[in-house]
Nanobody
Framework: QVHMVESGGGSVQAGGSLRLSCAASGYTDSTDCMAWFRQAPGKEREGVASVYSDGRTKYSDSVKGRFTASQDNAKNTLYLHMNNLKPEDTAMYYC????????????????????WGQGTQVTVST
């Protein structure tokens, strides 16, 4: 079992920045793929960024060029650096982990991930 805890969410004005963190604990050696998802009110959950254990990343078109995902393997922590935030980035952000292999990861399909955090809220105002 892998336990995921997100932190770093908050309220920010448009154009601002935030850094989300996701600390993983437990049987982390069982996973090789991590990702960030988000869900806005009334909308389906969408993949935002994914990181494979070799460092390769994948981003959704909506955040490409503004968000950067990275991981610190020594700390079992996943980060999401968010710059130039927009009101449409307002959502609950979740981190996820799973074992997918290099063929499918980095990937933004929910079925790749077995473990999920409780989420951290990001609110961007105009």
């Amino acid at each position: 079992q892998v336990h995921m805890v997100e932190s770093g969410g908050g309220s920010v004005q448009a154009g601002g920045s935030l850094r989300l963190s996701c600390a993983a604990s437990g049987y982390t050696d069982s996973t090789d793929c991590m990702a960030w998802f988000r869900q806005a009110p009334g909308k389906e959950r969408e993949g935002v960024a994914s990181v494979y254990s070799d460092g390769r990343t994948k981003y959704s078109d909506s955040v490409k060029g503004r968000f950067t995902a990275s991981q610190d393997n020594a700390k079992n922590t996943l980060y999401l650096h968010m710059n130039n935030l927009k009101p449409e980035d307002t959502a609950m952000y979740y981190c996820a982990a799973g074992r997918a292999g290099g063929r499918w990861c980095p990937g933004l399909w929910e079925h790749l991930f077995d473990y999920w955090g409780q989420g951290t809220q990001v609110t961007v105002s105009t």
